[in-house]
């Protein structure tokens, strides 16, 4: 049985990660709120221009813009959202599940990129062929930090290098629940994006031209999606932290009620055992 010592030595230990994971969930939290307003808030928008140029696409080819061309896929690729920091439940692991049924799925050649310092460590080391990684993605992140990701990939999908992208990340749903998603980026499907009357938007006279609009909107739309996907990510990753940091501090704390208790029941023994050797002595003297 451990003595004293040791037990105090483990509830000190006990007590300090409590107070670590107690500080961690307070950071998730806060940042959680800025992130979350910013991904429920580019949702209305994102709906939105969706909608209009489902309307607009609705006899739109890659004439009006390369961004609609539709083509044999001989190679496609796959954007994946990470975190670079651990401690934040399965939000990574569950993300990468999804990853892999879906390129055991696929029957075309695949290639990734990796945002985040998680996606990065676990992909680079499953022989997949990585196109681009995107460590410091999340170091500072704002909107151009997306736009030179975005830029990048769809250039590729411009110069034919790749006839599909995919986006992969987690949905936020709420605090407690991230849905892993896998998503078309490119070509753009704008009917396949929301459900709409298409009588919505038949009175409306555009000027200069419908094709001139879509030139102008389509790669704003397609930038929106993937923007959306990086705030997603990032309030779900928050969210996920402070979920599981508050699950540590809870689990913390029952340890140490259950350490306090037995310190008090050793401590109790090693009483009686005293007060028997005590009596013993007594009794054998008179």
């Known amino acids: 049985m451990a003595n004293l010592r040791d037990i105090r030595n483990r509830i000190k ?22 992130a979350q307003d910013a991904a429920h808030g580019s949702t209305p928008y994102q709906k939105k221009i969706d909608a ?30 990470s975190s670079d920091r651990g401690l934040c439940g399965g939000f990574n692991n569950n993300l990468f599940k999804e990853v892999h049924r879906n ?15 998680k996606a990065s460590s676990h992909f680079s080391k499953k022989g997949f062929n990585v196109a681009l990684k995107a460590e410091n993605f999340w170091q500072d992140f704002d909107h151009a930090k ?9 250039r590729w999908f411009l110069e ?10 987690n949905e936020f749903i709420s605090v407690m629940s ?6 078309k980026l490119l070509p753009m499907k704008a009917e396949q994006e929301t459900q709409i009357q298409s009588t919505e938007y038949k009175n409306y006279h555009f000027a200069p031209s419908e094709k001139v609009i879509l030139q102008t909107l389509i790669p704003k739309a397609v930038m929106s999606t993937f923007y959306s996907a990086s705030l997603h990510s990032l309030a779900g990753e ?3 932290r402070m979920t599981s940091m508050d699950s540590a501090s809870r689990n913390a704390g029952d340890m140490i009620d259950n350490l306090t208790l037995k310190m008090n029941r050793v401590r109790q023994a090693a009483i009686t055992n005293e007060l028997v050797e005590i009596i013993s002595g007594a009794e054998a003297i008179s």
């Open 13 to 34: 230990s006990v007590k300090s990660t409590e107070k670590i994971t107690r500080a961690m969930k307070m950071v998730a939290a806060a940042k959680l709120r800025r």
């Open 52 to 81: 209009l140029l489902k309307e607009l696409s609705a006899h739109g080819n890659q004439e009006v813009h390369p961004f609609l061309a539709s083509q044999d896929v001989k190679s496609r690729l796959l954007v994946i959202f």
């Open 103 to 117: 390129l055991k799925s696929a029957n075309i050649s695949t290639d990734v990129v990796l945002i985040g310092k």
């Open 146 to 154: 997306a736009k030179e990701v975005f830029d990048q990939v769809s």
């Open 160 to 169: 034919g290098r790749y006839q599909q992208i995919d986006i992969a990340f």
């Open 178 to 183: 991230q849905k892993p998603t896998v998503k």
């Open 238 to 240: 928050f969210g996920a």
